[in-house]
């Protein structure tokens, strides 16, 4: 007979390690995909969340345990179980809650970067090397939920000059600027970067939330919550949401 490991999960629903007490190493206070804080078990009732279940003797390869979304000891949801419901309630609205479905959209961004990569028979795959791919790949998730998905909306000038927003969901009245961390696009250059792009926008007669998406899979950003926490801010003309993904730890 068998028994059950403990499942180290982030609070937004991916699974970091099967197997929390046998393999310590993989343990991680982070997740890596989207930054969010991880727990082991139910927040309602402490109980282990149920992971890989193991047999002595019994090695298994290639199998992955799906991660549950209910307590098997109290029945109670877990925490990212209420996410997935309110994609579906946000859905079924007339009026959809465009923040919220704008960053499900992003947090899970590098999830679907990394799958991307891995495909049967070692067929040609989509790698995100670089900015103008991390836009492309943006733009198609984007269609999943909005219908008008505007491609460079020229903005109005600003100190002489101009530039070109990277999206514009007109309806929503929401500007998404892309960013790719870089060799050259570190902490210092980001922040310098997104304080002049927030500057501009703020004469865009179309946007009154400046949702700038910053992707990072190399982990150049050292803290990334400073710079969120620094340049996330809101007045009655424009907020300003910074997101990076993924969050290194």
């Not at 190493?25 to 279940?53: R, V, W």
């Not at 400073?226 to 990076?244: A, Q, R």
Request: aromatic content about 10%; overall charge neutral.
């Amino acid at each position: 007979m068998g028994q059950y490991d403990a499942y180290l999960v982030c609070k937004n629903g991916h699974g970091v390690n099967e197997s929390f007490y046998r393999h310590p190493a993989h343990n991680k206070n982070f997740c890596a995909l989207c930054g969010a804080q991880t727990i082991m078990a139910c927040p309602s009732c402490g109980h282990d969340i149920q992971g890989e279940y193991h047999v002595d003797g019994v090695i298994s390869f290639g199998s992955v345990t799906p991660v549950p979304d209910i307590c098997n000891n109290c029945g109670k949801d877990f925490p990212w179980r209420s996410t997935t419901k309110k994609i579906k309630e946000s859905l079924q609205k007339g009026n959809k809650d465009s923040i919220f479905l704008l960053e499900t959209i992003i947090d899970r961004f590098h999830l679907v970067a990394k799958q991307l990569r891995q495909r049967y028979d070692d067929r040609e795959t989509f790698d995100v090397k670089d900015e103008y791919d991390t836009q492309d790949l943006l733009h198609a998730l984007l269609r999943i939920y909005f219908d008008d998905v505007r491609v460079e909306e020229w903005n109005p000038s600003y100190a002489g000059g101009s530039t070109r927003s990277d999206f514009l969901l007109k309806d929503e009245k929401i500007v998404i600027e892309v960013k790719k961390t870089r060799n050259g696009l570190k902490s210092k250059q980001l922040g310098e970067q997104l304080i002049i792009d927030i500057s501009k926008y703020k004469t865009h007669p179309d946007c009154k939330l400046l949702l700038c998406f910053v992707y990072d899979p190399d982990s150049y950003i050292s803290n990334p919550r400073g710079i969120e926490n620094d340049l996330n801010n809101g007045t009655s003309e424009m907020k300003v949401k910074v997101k990076i993904v993924p969050k290194g730890h």
